[in-house]
């Protein structure tokens, strides 16, 4: 994803105008779409082989990134957060991911 932010930022420093600026910023988005899309067909497949936490994790491990984290409040609230009826229906909420993905339609 990074690369692919730089390779946008480059395209764009040498647009010559709205038009072409504009079209960047749409295969942009279409790539990273594409890369979420992969992404999440990864997870259900490791999903389906038994890793039943590969949804939750990525999810609730992004407040990692959060100014001001606290590490000791957060494993008892994540841990008390899991849901078992949510992450059943995990597989099923990435269907259309899992369709356009490696190895899908």
Same mark, same amino acid.
Not at 8 to 15: E, G, H, I, Y
Not at 43 to 65: H, K, Q, S, V, W
């Given at each position: 994803?990074?690369?692919?932010?730089?390779?946008?930022?480059?395209?764009?420093?040498?647009?010559?105008?709205? &038009?072409?600026? $504009?079209?960047?910023?749409?295969?942009?988005? &279409?790539?990273?779409?594409?890369?979420?899309?992969?992404?999440?067909?990864?997870?259900?497949?490791?999903?389906?082989?038994? $890793?039943?936490?590969?949804?939750?994790?990525?999810?609730?491990?992004?407040?990692?990134?959060?100014?001001?984290?606290?590490?000791?409040?957060?494993? $008892?609230?994540?841990?008390?957060?899991?849901?078992? &009826?949510?992450?059943?229906?995990?597989?099923?909420?990435?269907?259309? &991911?899992?369709?356009?993905?490696?190895?899908?339609?």
């Amino acid at each position: 994803m990074e690369a692919l932010t730089t390779a946008q930022r480059s395209r764009l420093q040498v647009a010559r105008d709205d &038009a072409a600026r $504009a079209l960047v910023a749409k295969e942009f988005a &279409a790539a990273r779409a594409a890369i979420a899309d992969e992404t999440t067909a990864r997870l259900a497949e490791e999903y389906e082989n038994g $890793a039943l936490l590969d949804f939750f994790m990525p999810i609730n491990c992004a407040i990692f990134r959060a100014p001001a984290f606290d590490i000791g409040n957060f494993v $008892a609230e994540m841990v008390s957060g899991f849901d078992v &009826a949510k992450e059943t229906k995990r597989l099923s909420d990435a269907g259309s &991911a899992r369709a356009t993905g490696p190895g899908g339609a």
